[in-house]
Every structure is written in structure tokens, then in C-alpha cells.
């Protein structure tokens, strides 16, 4: 489907040398019309939107960066925006509305050509918003369609059966930061900013955070076991993730 240009005023150009390896999935919490309101003239934006019945609407071209990610973190990078496309679908909440059959169809084409047209986002970069911001961020929710999108050739899926072995919380943790995942953390405010403070400490900092690893579970289960989101990391969850990280092609997953 060819996307309908509505031009948000929101964009800037990639830096030198970067290169977009990352492909970010939302929802937009937002009715259409609001989305675009906010998307085309507030503080934020995206490359794209996907309607209820299909529809896609392009605000940014792919070659500049969009404000969508905010702050962000997946494997060696903070701060997306710079490397990754972002789609929005409309969707109230995909924790609790499924996505349309029209909505489905659509990002699974846009997002196949997007791929195509960047090499660099390998099956493992293919995210949800709370991939890269766990807690602080829950889209595009436990009801997307993550398993037909890989079907489809886009990211990654796992359906392996649980393993008997349940390993310790650090090995838990190691797993997920080597597959994306940050690992925990504190993020806080500060001149009007989310800002990360493990390195820049809590000077000026308010309304500070702490990002546990079961919150970083509860991010990988919405993605890859969505009937299982409570933070715990069984032995399917870590079979799950182990499987993933042999797919990613590490050796060690």
C-alpha cells in the first residue's frame, strides 16, 4: 500500500556515518486524529502511522531521524532515534485491544520493505517500544502480532519447550543483555529531560526511577511470551531466550 505523505514538523537529519539498524514498533495510545495532531505538531513524531483499516500515513522520511524512541536503549546504544525507524499503529492499548486484521496486513508489508530498503536491522533489532525503554514504556503490548511478523521474515519468534535447567538471576540478566536488553538501571528527570543516571549520578535529577530485572523480563515476555507476563523467569522464558540468542546467531545462546 502506498503511504499517504502528511508531513510532520518534527525531524532532523542522521548523523554523519550513522546508519539505521534498528526497526521500533508502538502504539499510539491516541484515536487517529489526535495521533497525527501530536505526531505532525506536538513534541515528538515517527516515520510512520498505520490505521485501523490500513491506512498508512508517512510523517518523516526514513533517511532523517524522528522523535519517537526518546530515551532508549538496545545492545551498545542509548538513544535511538538516531539509528532506527519508528512505526505507530493506532491502537489504544495493545495490552488490551487486539490489532485489525487491515493493521496487521499493513505493518507486516511496510515493515518487510523497510527491511529490505536497511539491511543493517538484523531479525534481533526488529523491537517494541518496551524492548528499549523497560518500564517506563509497554507498547505495542502483549497482543501484537510478534509471532506472525516473524513468520512473515521480520524479527525473530521461539516456541522452543522449556529446558530443565533454571539458571541464577545473574545469568538471567547476562542472557538478556547479551540478546538487546538493558541491563537494570535508574533513569529521572532532569531539566525537563528523562536522562539515564547510573553514569551522570542523581544531582538535579527528580521523579528517579529504578528499572529491575524483573521489569526487563517483563519486557522480553510481553515481546516473545505474551501468555506469561509477570516478571519471573521460569524455564521457559530462559528456554525462550536462550533459543532466541542461537537464532541471533550466538554461539553461546
Known sequence: MTPVDLPSNNHAPRPPGARVDTLVLHHTAQPLDI??????????????????????????????????????WWRTVRGLNTTSIGIEIVNLDGNRHPYSEAQRAAVTGLSREIVARHPAIAPRNVVG???????????????????????????????????????????????????GYPPPHRYGLRDGRFVYLDA?????????????L?????????????????????AQTVARLRDLLRQAGDADG
Open 35 to 72: 495521533s497525527l495532531e501530536l505526531l505532525r505538531f506536538g513534541a515528538v513524531s515517527a516515520h510512520y502511522v498505520v490505521d485501523t483499516n490500513g491506512d498508512i500515513y508517512r510523517l518523516v522520511d526514513e533517511a532523517r531521524v524522528a522523535w519517537h524512541a526518546g530515551l532508549s
Open 129 to 179: 517500544h518496551a524492548d528499549i525503554a523497560p518500564r517506563r514504556k509497554d507498547d505495542p503490548g502483549s497482543l501484537f502480532f510478534w509471532r506472525d511478523l516473524a513468520a512473515a521474515g521480520v524479527g525473530l519468534w521461539s516456541e522452543v519447550a522449556a529446558a530443565s535447567e533454571l539458571p541464577d538471576a545473574q545469568i538471567v540478566q547476562d542472557l538478556l543483555r547479551r540478546f
Open 200 to 212: 551522570a549520578g542523581e544531582a538535579g535529577a527528580t521523579d528517579i526511577v529504578t528499572v529491575s
Open 214 to 234: 524483573a521489569d526487563i523480563v517483563i519486557a522480553f515476555q510481553r515481546h516473545y511470551r505474551p501468555d506469561r507476563v509477570d516478571g519471573v523467569a521460569d
